[in-house]
């Protein structure tokens, strides 16, 4: 049974950074392309970037691109995302998920998400 | 970017009546389209991949269907569980992926 389970969120001051987490079991990490996604009050998701399985290439939406960067140690099943020059408007519950299959890369299974409040 | 537009924004019905979702992409996606549902203070969940692929575990009173611009999902008959906020996204044309704003589909 797929688990992924967020931590690392908190409350951040704007210009600040913090680092998420997302801890992945049930299933072979190193053979699936991750997501993080964020959800801010009263709104859709927003998909923020993707990572392949190996970690060799990288996708990033243009709202957090040279702010945030994703990674993963396939070695301790966790996938991270790094956030710097965090605004206001960063705000939101975040998400990591699971692509649906190898090469497809289908937001699948989510985690239960991780707040994270940035507030002066 | 595509973007994704939903209508209605919220339906009203009745537990065992039909519901009908619209999604319509501001420029062809293919059939690279998703549904995801979610019910109050959770994640949300994948019901439909490719426009018409249930996902594991997806009751068939859901299905999905369209290509191109045009998109809809459709619960046959709404189970109590089933009144939720649905949210239609794309990976036609990406990077991004976007959503749509969502369809709250309430209780009448």
């Known amino acids: 049974q797929v688990r992924l389970v967020e931590s690392g969120g908190g409350v951040v001051q704007p210009g600040g950074s913090l680092r998420i987490s997302c801890a992945a079991s049930g299933f072979t990490f190193s053979d699936y392309g991750m997501h993080w996604l964020r959800q801010a009050p009263g709104k859709g998701p927003e998909w923020l970037a993707l990572?392949?399985?190996?970690?060799?290439?990288?996708y990033y939406a243009d709202s957090v691109k040279g702010r945030f960067t994703v990674s993963r140690d396939n070695s301790k099943n966790t996938l991270y995302l790094q956030m710097n020059s965090l605004k206001i408007d960063d705000t939101a519950v975040y998400y990591c998920?699971?692509?649906?299959?190898?090469?497809?890369?289908?937001?699948?299974?989510w985690g239960q998400g991780t707040q994270v409040t940035v507030s002066s | 970017e595509i973007v994704l537009t939903q209508s209605p924004a919220t339906l009203s019905l009745s537990p065992g009546e039909r519901a009908t979702l619209s999604c319509r992409a501001s420029q062809s996606v293919g059939s690279y389209l998703a549904w995801y549902q979610q019910r109050p203070g959770q994640a949300p969940r994948l019901l439909i991949y490719d426009a018409s692929n249930r996902a594991t575990g997806i009751p068939a009173r859901f299905s999905g269907s369209g290509s191109g611009t045009d998109f809809t999902l459709t619960i046959s008959s709404l189970e109590p569980e089933d009144f939720a906020v649905y949210y239609c996204?794309?990976?036609?044309?990406?990077?991004?992926?976007?959503f749509g704003g969502g369809t709250r589909v309430e209780i009448k």
């Open positions: 996204q794309q990976r036609g044309n990406w990077p991004p992926l976007t």
């Open positions: 990572i392949r399985h190996d970690g060799d290439d990288k």
């Open positions: 998920a699971k692509t649906l299959r190898i090469a497809l890369i289908v937001v699948a299974d």
